[in-house]
């Protein structure tokens, strides 16, 4: 019975492997299958090298085995460049490349091409290569009798490019953008009057339309090809969202710019993942405070925006007897003692004031706009609400807080100067016995 299983199952696979034959070499194009990092060729199939009218050996000797050197010399670095950004984002790549066969006619070569991993994690693009010389031939033919058919063709390549971006296509001679909204079935939005009337606004917002207008002008003044990310919405209820616009502008004979084409791409989840990523760079990762390099920065540049006559607070704060938390409690409790001080702390101060961690035990806080008056009952606040007595096995540590303040301008009218002087004033308060803040000007 075992033995008949398998000349049953040898037999499904010859027929399966047939049929797959069979496939292969009557569909339309040839099929490569090579590696993406080297461009090795592994297999190449009958009809692929009956489009090329040669032997698998001649073929894999004239191009050395490498599917890169299939690609026209000049046209190289422009469509592997095309192929590899297509692999970062997608696992599908689409391109058209010229190529010359083994008699050095040129070919046009339509790629379609799937990247997968193989088992031993080889990254791996299995292509359908198509010969479209001839439509090649025919659209350049039709492009030189009608530069409008120019302008279309070249229109329909960068959507069909765009994947799942939403085309866009502007006609400066009657003022209208038309957009077609994949995500809606493919419905088409037409809005005229959009500069005359100022209907873009309604598009872009508030903050970006200044730049977009930049870009716009630019475009309408000479051929332009580039992109730029703002904030747009295409429906009015639905808030703005990040985007990514790809556009080349186009003239007529007379050098008059006629139409700008291109696509949108919402980028909202790479701007979140890019904020995100910023965050975390400029937070303590135990106390989700700013760490000091970013207050440094942040402080930094506020001073230097800040007149003479304003009056802002700098605090220097430290945890007295922390260390005696850490050698007979154990550093696990210190951690949560850390952040304990630290939600002491936020919790004290208004949300717009700037509140980090630049030590072991020592913390910032920069009251915006803050008098000296203000800052001394914030600091008397911090004082009461730090005192706190932790227990483990028996053993009793009371912390507190010691605070050195300086206030610009009078303390320093520079982030050096000031953070100099509210650490005087800590090692101070550390000296009269802790428990209690020190201002420049009292001592």
């Known amino acids: 019975m075992d033995n008949q299983n398998e000349i049953t199952l040898r037999e499904e696979l010859a027929e399966a492997t047939k049929k797959l034959d069979i496939l292969m070499e009557n569909m339309p194009g040839g099929v490569i299958i090579y590696e993406a990092k080297t461009g090795k060729i592994l297999e190449v199939s009958k009809s692929l090298l009956d489009m090329f009218g040669c032997t698998e050996k ?18 190289r670095p422009r469509i592997k460049d095309l192929i590899e950004q297509q692999m970062a984002l997608l696992t599908t790549i689409e391109v058209t490349f010229r190529a010359r066969d083994l008699m050095g006619e040129r070919k046009f070569l339509d790629f379609k091409g799937k990247l997968v991993t193989d088992k031993n994690g080889v990254q791996l693009v299995y292509a359908i290569l198509s010969d479209v010389s001839e439509r090649m031939l025919v659209q350049q033919e039709l492009q030189r009798m009608n530069e409008t058919l120019y302008m279309e ?36 939005v ?46 009015n209820e639905k808030p703005y969202e990040w985007y990514r616009i790809h556009f ?32 975390r760079l400029k937070q303590d990762s135990m106390t989700g405070l700013y760490n000091k ?11 230097l925006s800040s007149m003479p006559t304003e009056t802002h607070a700098l605090f220097l704060i430290d945890a007295d007897n922390f260390k005696a938390i850490n050698d007979n409690l154990g550093h696990m409790y210190g951690d949560e003692v ?74 320093g009218a520079d982030y050096t100067t000031l953070f100099t002087n509210a650490d005087a004033c800590l090692y101070e308060a550390k000296r009269l016995g802790k428990d209690q803040s020190v201002f420049c000007q009292d001592f």
């Open 248 to 279: 080349v502008s186009f003239q007529d004979k007379t050098g008059r710019i006629v139409r700008i084409v291109g696509s949108a791409k919402n980028i909202m989840e790479e701007k979140l993942a890019e904020e995100e990523m910023n965050s």
């Open 153 to 188: 063709t070249q229109r329909y390549k960068l959507l069909m490019e765009a994947v799942d971006d939403i085309p866009f296509d502007y006609n400066a001679l009657l003022d209208s953008v038309e957009i077609s909204l994949k995500k809606n079935g493919g419905t088409r």
């Open 338 to 411: 850390i952040r304990f001080v630290a939600k002491t702390i936020r919790d004290i101060f208004r949300d717009s004031d700037y509140v980090g961690r630049i030590g072991g035990d020592e913390f910032m806080v920069f009251m915006k706009n803050a008098t000296k008056e203000v800052a001394m009952n914030r600091a008397d606040a911090l004082n009461e609400a730090m005192r706190k007595t932790f227990e483990k096995d028996g053993i009793s540590i009371t912390i507190s807080c010691s605070i050195g303040v300086a206030l610009y301008s009078k303390d």
């Open 58 to 75: 001649a073929f894999r000797e004239h191009y050395y085995n490498c599917f890169d050197l299939m690609i026209y010399k000049s046209d």
């Open 293 to 303: 390099t970013t207050m440094e920065s942040m402080v930094n540049e506020f001073i």
């Open 190 to 235: 037409v809005i005229d009057d959009f500069r005359r009337d100022y209907r873009y606004k309604n598009v872009f917002s508030p903050d970006t339309v200044e730049q977009v207008t930049q870009v716009w002008d630019a475009a309408l003044m000479t051929m332009k090809k580039g992109s730029f990310e703002c904030k747009l919405h295409l429906e």
